[in-house]
């Protein structure tokens, strides 16, 4: 199916494993970024792409890896997981903000659990 | 960065009632996009409404609608006729065109009741 999907939906781990969480569009959107979602925080942005091996810092880098090899992917690694990071995760894309509405659409989330 | 303020944490409404969820933000931009998502219990995340800030007119999609005052830097969202799958969290957020990304307020989250 078209549209953007998150993998995987829920992830349990210890602390100081590594995590990758995995993001694929089908729209060929040259945007994508990476949210986690906190309660009290709302949304925050933690980096995003601008274009294939094209990534940038958001609100809140510290402790995550980003890579954009491709434009339909864009991996959110965590070196070494922290119990901070427990947080829900959501992936979104978007057409170039000037071309268009600037509308995000997002993926249905990732759940991830540090222990 | 600009940073988007969502003053009620909670609110309640009755069913076919009205609500206005409150918004404000800060930029020093003459140019930029407005959105108001919303996310219901499963998660997804939904786009309600969008404004184009050179745009005076103010948007409406059914029974939602938007009060936007660009000098107050405002951002209201108003649901008229409210239904029980209103019921969700609502986010405002701020886009300038020239970054790409969504700046987001707290949210507010939002319960209909019969």
């Known amino acids: 199916d078209a549209g953007i999907t998150q993998s995987p939906r829920y992830k349990i781990t210890e602390t100081g494993r590594q995590v990758t969480l995995m993001c694929h569009q089908t729209?060929?959107?040259?945007?994508m970024f990476w949210y986690r979602q906190d309660l009290g925080h709302g949304l925050r942005l933690i980096y995003y792409?601008?274009?294939?091996?094209?990534?940038d810092k958001g609100e809140v880098p510290d402790g995550y890896v980003v890579s954009r090899s491709k434009t339909e992917n864009f991996p959110l690694t965590l070196e070494s997981a922290t119990r901070s990071q427990t947080s829900v995760y959501f992936c979104a894309s978007s057409e170039s903000p000037g071309a268009n509405t600037g509308e995000l659409f997002f993926g249905e989330g990732s759940r991830l659990t540090v222990l | 960065a600009q940073t988007v303020t969502q003053s009620q944490p909670e609110m309640s409404v009755q069913e076919a009632e009205t609500v206005t969820l409150s918004c404000t933000y800060d930029t020093s931009e003459n140019n930029y996009y407005l959105f108001w998502y919303k996310q219901p219990p499963s998660r997804q995340m939904i786009l309600v409404i969008r404004q184009e800030a050179y745009k005076q007119q103010n948007a409406t999609e059914n029974r939602f609608s938007v009060n936007f005052q660009k000098a107050a830097k405002s951002f209201s969202l108003k649901i008229s006729d409210s239904q029980l799958g209103d019921t969700a969290m609502y986010f405002c957020?701020?886009?300038?065109?020239?970054?790409?990304?969504?700046?987001f307020g707290k949210g507010t989250s939002l319960l209909v009741t019969p």
């Open positions: 957020a701020f886009m300038n065109p020239n970054g790409g990304a969504l700046n």
């Open positions: 729209w060929s959107h040259s945007y």
């Open positions: 792409s601008a274009a294939a091996d094209i990534t």
